[in-house]
């Protein structure tokens, strides 16, 4: 079993930065995937970024250019800087972890609000 602890959200005014991490504790595998995706009201979850372990990475187009996902191996920890935040990216982020060929784990969410 996996756990996720993730921290970093909040309220941050349009143009601010936020830095999410999220802490995988548990049987983890050197090899796989993590990642933070995003929820807001009334839409469907989505993809933010991924990191895999040999840290290939793959982004959504509205983040590209102003998220930055990164991750510590060593402390199975993943990270997303989030830089020029506008109100659209408010939502509830979640961190995802998938390894071997069915674990799927996923955090409990933390919620990043962009006022304008």
């Known amino acids: 079993q996996v756990q996720l602890a993730e921290s970093g959200g909040g309220l941050v005014q349009d143009g601010g930065s936020l830095r999410l991490s999220c802490a995988a504790s548990?049987?983890?595998?050197?090899?796989?995937?993590m990642g933070w995706y995003r929820q807001a009201p009334g839409k469907q979850r989505e993809l933010v970024a991924t990191?895999?372990?040999?840290?290939?990475?793959n982004y959504a187009d509205p983040v590209r250019g102003r998220f930055t996902i990164s991750r510590d191996n060593a402390k199975n920890t993943v990270y997303l800087k989030m830089n020029s935040l506008k109100p659209d990216d408010t939502a509830v982020y979640y961190c995802?972890?998938?390894?071997?060929?069915?674990?799927?784990?996923w955090g409990q969410g933390t919620q990043v609000t962009v006022s304008s």
């Open positions: 990191m895999a372990s040999g840290g290939s990475t």
């Open positions: 995802r972890l998938r390894q071997g060929i069915v674990d799927n784990y």
């Open positions: 548990g049987k983890i595998f050197s090899i796989n995937t």
